[in-house]
T-cell receptor, first 115, second 117 residues
Framework: DTEVTQTPKHLVMGMTNKKSLKCEQH?????MYWYKQKAKKPPELMFV???????INESVPSRFSPECPNSSLLNLHLHALQPEDSALYLC??????????????FGSGTRLTVV | AQTVTQSQPEMSVQEAETVTLSCTYD???????LFWYKQPPSRQMILVIR??????QNATENRFSVNFQKAAKSFSLKISDSQLGDTAMYFC??????????????FGQGTELSVKP
């Protein structure tokens, strides 16, 4: 299995809702990442988990809450989002923190719309 | 801080022709990695090619090759025999080779490539 699987593919939520994005990989990668991407812009790093511990938080608002229950799974819990949070949320993994020469493997993303 | 610059927001090429996408970067480090990622309309970010800074030889993957000029801090991507499926946004990316830097992949602004029939 050489994939990073993200669910759901599309999500529409109201500003008072609570929802979660899920990311799963079975490649034995020990680092996982959340990125946010606006249309026609590069991805922006949000969080890095290394060996199931949060190692980087890029000053992301607390309405985004990451969780890494085990080495294969990464969640992003969403609460009280704003319309400007509408974006493509990408999950990625790498063999080790730092990615090394192999770079990241990305999922196909969750398209989030906040109404 | 490291930066990555792609100076061509959009490019187009005829099918079967060759196109070169430009990328420059700025770093004071000597150990790092460079990547080209492709993002088609399907949204999936796909690794096209990678280069280790300490290797002199330019990386090649089938129709994709790079021209890595370390002194000039330039890392261009050449696509030969362009195909319609090459239509995508292409991102150049930099990663520091030292793991204590946290594994941050730094992206350029992207070049939107259209391959025309």
């Amino acid at each position: 299995d050489t994939e990073v699987t993200q669910t759901p593919k599309h999500l529409v939520m109201g500003m008072t809702n609570k929802k979660s994005l899920k990311c799963e990989q079975h490649m034995g990668h020990r680092a996982m990442y959340w990125y946010k991407q606006k249309a026609k812009k590069p991805p922006e790093l949000m969080f890095v988990y290394s060996y199931e511990k949060l190692s980087i938080n890029e000053s992301v608002p607390s309405r985004f809450s990451p969780e890494c229950p085990n080495s294969s799974l990464l969640n992003l819990h969403l609460h009280a989002l704003q319309p400007e949070d509408s974006a493509l949320y990408l999950c990625a993994s790498s063999q080790e923190s730092g990615g090394g020469v192999y770079g990241y493997t990305f999922g196909s993303g969750t398209r989030l719309t906040v109404v | 801080a490291q930066t990555v610059t792609q100076s061509q927001p959009e490019m187009s090429v005829q099918e079967a022709e060759t196109v070169t996408l430009s990328c420059t970067y700025d770093t004071s480090e000597n150990n790092y990695y460079l990547f080209w990622y492709k993002q088609p309309p399907s949204r999936q970010m796909i690794l096209v090619i990678r280069q280790e800074a300490y290797k002199q030889q330019n990386a090649t993957e089938n129709r994709f090759s790079v021209n890595f000029q370390k002194a000039a801090k330039s890392f261009s991507l050449k696509i030969s025999d362009s195909q319609l499926g090459d239509t995508a946004m292409y991102f150049c990316a930099f990663m520091n080779g030292f793991y204590n830097q946290g594994g941050k992949l730094i992206f350029g602004q992207g070049t939107e490539l259209s391959v025309k029939p």
